[in-house]
């Protein structure tokens, strides 16, 4: 508890030093590094766990669901992709890969989409910026495609999974294309029409052109946390592939290491692609002149663009306004200079 409380009080230290955000934790973090340091008989803890993200319950599709509806259901759909899960079969990897694929594709007409409705809105200072997400969205969904292939060569039929990542990214797809197609009850399937929304009854106003893009942006950050994923994808199709090698020529020895690096490699410039469409998507979401701020793009896009994790330091300055940084400045000591010999 000790040491506890010397890095509690640290933490004050540092939020004393901040911008105004963090100053209103200054008092209660004094306060629990000096609770800290007296035995365990308060009545009160000193200080409060956090409690972890929960992942949310799915919400599986059903006919008839308003854009709202379909919204939430996507936003659920990726926080449930982005939560670890139990281990993944192959199938799955196969599974997922295809999904990604998929709602890449569709992602890319929903983002030429609403480019088009724009201008059709005259929101000309907005539209370059959507057609260079539009861009890198169908570049992104070119290397999934890349990935799919890879997958669709290996040996053998690994049935449809039978897991809840699997059922997830199948949710994702049903709804992110009832948001884009014009059939109300669409799914995947060479039947199913594919003719995309009046871009008025996709998007009426700005408004609904930002509060839509939040779902591709969604989506993308989805695919490139499948993406990440690649080691153990690469690793399972490798040995997929060594036991077919080995059960056609037994005499020779069993051997995969080094067959996972194609793999490896295409997962990876999926996910170099789908980060700089993130980032191309979120500034082009900020671009709306004629709308507040988005809390959602430029999250995601600074997630995307600058890694995880970031350096607190680096955090810090990004949330400070010109003002805060100008009055910093300004409070702060000049450097001393050395005497002049």
């Not at 690649?230 to 490798?238: C, I, Q, V, Y």
């Not at 295409?266 to 709308?291: D, N």
Request: net charge positive; glycine share 4%; hydrophobic share 40%.
């Amino acid at each position: 508890m000790h040491g506890l409380a010397e890095h509690i009080a640290m933490a004050a230290h540092l939020a004393q030093r901040g911008i105004s955000t963090p100053r209103a934790a200054i008092n209660p973090l004094r306060r629990a590094a000096a609770l800290s340091r007296v035995p365990n008989n308060l009545k009160t803890d000193p200080i409060a766990t956090i409690p972890f993200r929960t992942t949310p319950a799915r919400l599986p599709p059903h006919p008839g669901e308003s854009p709202s509806d379909l919204l939430t259901g996507i936003n659920a759909s990726v926080q449930r992709l982005k939560t670890p899960g139990s281990p993944v079969t192959v199938a799955t990897w196969r599974y997922l890969a295809t999904a990604a694929a998929i709602t890449s594709d569709i992602n890319h007409k929903l983002i030429l989409s609403l480019a088009r409705r724009l201008e059709e809105l005259n929101e000309n200072r907005s539209v370059p910026k959507f057609d260079e997400a539009v861009t890198t969205a169908a570049k992104a969904s070119r290397e999934w495609r890349s990935v799919v292939k890879y997958w669709n060569e290996l040996p053998g039929y690994f049935g449809h999974p039978d897991s809840a990542a699997a059922t997830d990214a199948s949710d994702l797809i049903i709804r992110l294309g009832r948001l884009v197609y014009r059939d109300p009850d669409w799914r995947p399937s060479p039947r199913s029409s594919y003719r995309v929304k009046p871009l008025d009854v996709l998007a009426p106003t700005p408004y609904q052109v930002r509060e839509i893009s939040a779902a591709p942006l969604k989506v993308l950050d989805a695919c490139n946390t499948i993406a990440r994923d690649r080691r153990l994808a690469s690793n399972d199709a490798a040995i997929v592939w060594a036991i077919e090698k080995y059960n056609q020529t037994p005499e020779q020895r069993l051997w995969w290491h080094g067959h996972a690096a194609p793999l490896f490699k295409r997962y990876k410039l999926a996910e170099t692609k789908g980060t700089k469409a993130a980032v191309a998507l979120g500034h082009a979401i900020e671009s709306i002149s004629s709308l507040k701020p988005s809390e959602d793009a430029p999250l995601v896009a600074r997630e995307a663009a600058a890694g995880f994790p970031t350096p607190i330091e680096h955090l810090l300055s990004s949330a400070r306004t010109p003002q805060q940084e100008s009055r910093r400045n300004q409070q702060s000591p000049p450097a001393s200079r050395g005497r002049r010999k």
